[in-house]
T-cell receptor
């Protein structure tokens, strides 16, 4: 079972470059999330998508954009990368309301902005 | 104040010890509580899930929620070196899941 798959796993960017982190889930989940994890800060929500066609800002959305391409895929884009965006990024998904109250994570994407 | 607080540790215990990991939360609306385990360079994996107050046991793991004091606990019995990881507590508020910063646990052989 693949679960939640993220690509790439590692990436080094120069300041000002753009890139897109890809995420796909094969569990037929409705909701999808992007978090970033920094030492001492825990997991912080960047954006989430409650269902196909909808997206909402989380705690730290500045500098990011998202696209819910279809039910399976939710991408995160950095338009002009900054060193402050150096972090580990996790995609997650959750079943439909009433079918589960927990979220399931991918393996993470390690991003360094120099 | 963060909505979920957790002592980051690190916590080191000998193999076979009982481990107690704790979190506090501030939002009275939280009803769903989770513990995730995260190995180095891996994504968090769900360990335990509880709804409202009470205890839930799964093998060597027991999750406990006390809503009156807004306290979440995870107990690990007969701890093993393979339990060495970072443990994240989490609560659900609406569509969002709020996480503590995690406690790093080392179980020494």
């Amino acid at each position: 079972n693949a679960g939640v798959t993220q690509t790439p796993k590692f990436q080094v960017l120069k300041t000002g470059q753009s890139m897109t982190l890809q995420c796909a889930q094969d569990m037929n989940h409705n909701s999808m999330y992007w978090y970033r994890q920094d030492p001492g800060m825990g997991l912080r929500l960047i954006y989430y998508s409650a269902s196909e066609g909808t997206t909402d800002k989380g705690e730290v959305p500045n500098g990011y954009n998202v696209s819910r391409l279809n039910k399976r895929e939710f991408s995160l884009r950095l338009e002009s990368a900054a060193p402050s965006q150096t972090s580990v990024y996790f995609c997650a998904s959750r079943p439909a309301e009433g079918s589960g109250n927990t979220i399931y994570f991918g393996e993470g994407s390690w991003l360094t902005v120099v | 104040q963060k909505e979920v607080e957790q002592d980051p540790g690190p916590l080191s215990v000998p193999e076979g010890a009982i481990v107690s990991l704790n979190c506090t939360y501030s939002n009275s609306a939280f009803q769903y509580f989770m513990w995730y385990r995260q190995y180095s360079r891996k994504g968090p994996e769900l360990l335990m899930y509880t709804y409202s107050s009470g205890n839930k046991e799964d093998g060597r793991f027991t999750a406990q929620v006390d809503k009156s004091s807004k306290y979440i606990s995870l107990f690990i019995r007969d701890s093993q070196p393979s339990d060495s990881a970072t443990y994240l507590c989490a609560s659900r508020g609406g569509q969002n899941f709020v996480f503590g910063p995690g406690t790093r646990l080392s179980v020494l052989p």
